[in-house]
């Protein structure tokens, strides 16, 4: 088995998360991500670096080397990694695109339930 190039961990008990959790395995291809729900304690083990409120708050992703990116980060760094979402990458480098992302990000998270 090939070692995976990072974890995406997402709310297992946000139907959102799920749903969209379910298209980004279907769209990832031969991208070598583990998409796992954040209430499998196993990933609470795995992970216990990160906070329990962390992985309710937002999305997050654990690269091969460590490092986590959350919430509207991990989108931007997924759109690098995906090839189907390749074509979104350079968007994050217009001006005010990350505040932006980071913003919406917020409020979807917030208004999920």
């Known amino acids: 088995m090939t ?9 297992g008990e946000c139907d959102l998360c799920t749903r969209w959790a379910e298209t980004l395995g279907r769209q990832s291809g031969a991208a070598q991500l583990d998409i796992v ?15 329990a409120a962390d992985f309710s708050g937002s999305l997050q992703l654990v690269l091969a080397d460590g490092t986590r990116l959350q919430g509207a980060a991990a989108i931007e760094r997924l759109t ?22 980071a913003g919406a990000y917020r409020w979807v998270a917030n208004h999920r339930r």
Do not use: K
């Open 37 to 51: 729900p954040s209430n499998d304690m196993l990933v609470r083990d795995r992970f216990a670096a990160i906070p």
């Open 80 to 101: 690098r990694i995906l090839p189907r979402w390749r074509w979104l990458a350079p968007l994050f480098r217009l001006p005010f695109a990350r505040a932006i992302a």
């Open 3 to 11: 070692e995976s190039l990072a974890t995406v961990i997402y709310d």
